[in-house]
């Protein structure tokens, strides 16, 4: 976890660390729990009145494949839904549309209209299970989905729960599942704010996501700064879109990575809570308890996970799930042991389940909150990554705020420098990574591959091409020019886009009006 470097040890963000902490290295104490500025924990008790929700993110191949997971995961005690899209659906691309081929369901499932989102949720109650939709470009229409097989159900708005990602400027950054260009792309976050606060009230409207950024290579402290100086960035769209702080803030939430160094990622978190306590209230003089208090999901490192002897990645998630529980996450993903192979098996994913399950369970870890805290190495931690944190924010500010520094690519060149750093490191054997750079060996765990049917583009596309022949062709296009007019002027987007969803336009149908409107985004280089 931490090398030496003239006579300095130093952690995976290359924070020095010392062999012994004491009470000298510790500032003033905390308060509880539950209490400004969040820093232990955002509930009083934490994990004592409920555990955190289980909720393993799933999703391959056709609507009626991933269906059949979902039902399994939530008959073995998972708590909450999270949906994996496949890239087509994530970039606004019909599973038929020859952008789309090769990756019709590969890295999750495969949503083109209405009907596919029947499928995907049938016999699922919608009034008693969370779901979190991992999409952002097409956030606004998968939520639109949702929202109507929900109401098909007879479910009232005020119990459909869950969050959908909605956070484009990490695409920006880390990832590139985007579309438009940032502006019109901010106006879709901020119009999905709006909707929600009129409609679904309990709908977590954004998942700020830090993971994308840490998996592509930032270190713990970029991870919270980058992550945080995004939400700064949408909450000043959405006040200049003219909502109120407190309308809308409640209902930010947050998703962060968590790796392998241990005691640095419970103390990221930590500062996480703290800072945005004190940006709500300072910057943006939120008054609403909830509108400060940082909430979030956790997902365990992919890029931790080794091909080689892949049985060792239970291991690795175990740790990384305990440091996310100690850290306070509101919600869990463990990741299966197979996924530096390919995409989970189910054997895989219940042990990776039954993971959080153990943790929950069998610990005791629930039954305190914040556990470390008091530690002098855990709060000298929590100090070293906010400074760290701030200092970035503070450059990120000189410079213009989040959009600038990405349309830039000075977010991105960061990151790929930490990135550089670290894999130097591995490479140099100074970063050990078992079974990879030390206790390797030529033969390999044997682990069963999860395979994809090939012919599933075929039968999704045949799927939609009867879909098209059964619509009334009038009614589709006068959705369509309805979508036109709205993206032209200023009107809240996401009422007329699901008037067109709900009568089985595609999403495809829908993102190619807009992308004639927005245009299409293309990175400059740094």
């Known amino acids: 976890m931490s090398d030496e470097d003239g006579g300095k040890v130093r952690n995976d963000s290359g924070l020095p660390l010392k062999p012994v902490y004491t009470v000298e290295d510790r500032r003033a104490e905390e308060p509880p729990p539950g209490s400004f500025p969040y820093t232990r924990g955002i509930h009083r008790d934490m994990y004592r009145g409920r555990l955190w929700t289980m909720r393993q993110y799933a999703g391959f191949g056709t609507a009626a494949e991933s269906n059949r997971r979902y039902r399994f ?6 708590t909450g839904l999270s949906v994996a899209f496949d890239l087509p659906t994530q970039i606004g691309y019909d599973s038929d549309d020859p952008m789309a081929n090769g990756e ?27 779901t979190s939709m991992t999409i ?6 998968l939520l639109l989905l949702y929202q109507l097989v929900a109401e098909r159900q007879g479910c009232p708005p005020e119990k459909i729960t869950g969050t959908v990602q909605n956070d484009i400027l990490k695409e920006y950054t880390a990832r590139g599942t985007y579309i438009f260009p940032p502006a019109p792309s901010m106006r879709l976050v901020t119009d999905l704010f709006a909707y929600c606060h009129q409609q679904l009230p309990n709908w977590n409207t954004i998942s700020i996501s830090g993971y994308h950024m840490r998996e592509a290579g930032s270190t713990a402290s970029e991870e919270i700064a980058f992550t ?17 702080i407190d309308d809308f803030a409640p209902r930010l939430s947050f998703f962060f990575a968590c790796h392998m160094d241990f005691f640095e990622e419970v103390a990221k978190f930590r500062a996480g809570r703290r800072m945005w306590a004190r940006i709500m209230r300072d910057r943006f003089q939120a008054r609403d308890p909830r509108s400060q208090a940082l909430r979030f999901h956790t997902q365990t490192g992919g890029v931790t996970l080794t091909a080689q002897q892949p049985l060792n990645n239970v291991v690795r998630t175990t740790l990384e799930a305990l440091s996310a529980v100690l850290g306070g996450t509101q919600s869990l993903h463990t990741n299966a042991y197979d996924e530096a192979l390919g995409l989970p098996s189910q054997p895989a994913a219940e042990l990776a389940l039954r993971t959080q399950q153990m943790i929950g369970y069998e610990t005791a870890l629930s039954a305190v909150a914040d556990p470390l805290g008091g530690s002098y190495y855990i709060e000298t931690l929590t100090d070293q990554v906010e400074a760290e944190a701030q200092s970035i924010m503070a450059e990120i500010d000189e410079r213009g705020g989040a959009v600038r520094c990405i349309e830039a690519g000075w977010t991105q060149q960061r990151i790929a420098e930490s990135a550089y750093r670290f894999q130097r490191r591995v490479e140099s054997g100074s970063r050990v990574v078992v079974g990879v750079n030390k206790y390797a060996r030529d033969d390999a765990d044997k682990v069963e591959i999860t395979r994809l049917d090939p012919r599933q583009q075929e039968e999704q596309a045949g799927k939609l091409e009867a879909l098209r022949a059964r619509r009334p062709k009038a009614v589709v296009e006068n959705h369509l020019a309805d979508i036109e007019r709205a993206a032209r002027g200023t009107d809240n987007l996401l009422p007329v886009l699901k008037a067109a969803l709900a009568d089985y336009v595609t999403i495809g149908e829908c993102c190619d009006v807009l992308r004639a409107v927005f245009g299409e985004y293309r990175p400059t280089e740094a």
């Open 136 to 141: 952002n470009a097409t956030a606004a229409m």
């Open 104 to 130: 019709v369901g590969k890295v999750g499932v495969a949503i083109d209209s209405l009907e596919d989102m029947e499928l995907l949720l049938e016999g699922i109650p919608l009034d008693r299970v969370s």
């Open 228 to 244: 945080l100086g995004h939400a700064v960035a949408y909450v000043e769209a959405a006040l200049a879109a003219g909502l109120a």
């Open 73 to 78: 995961l939530l008959e073995q005690g998972q």
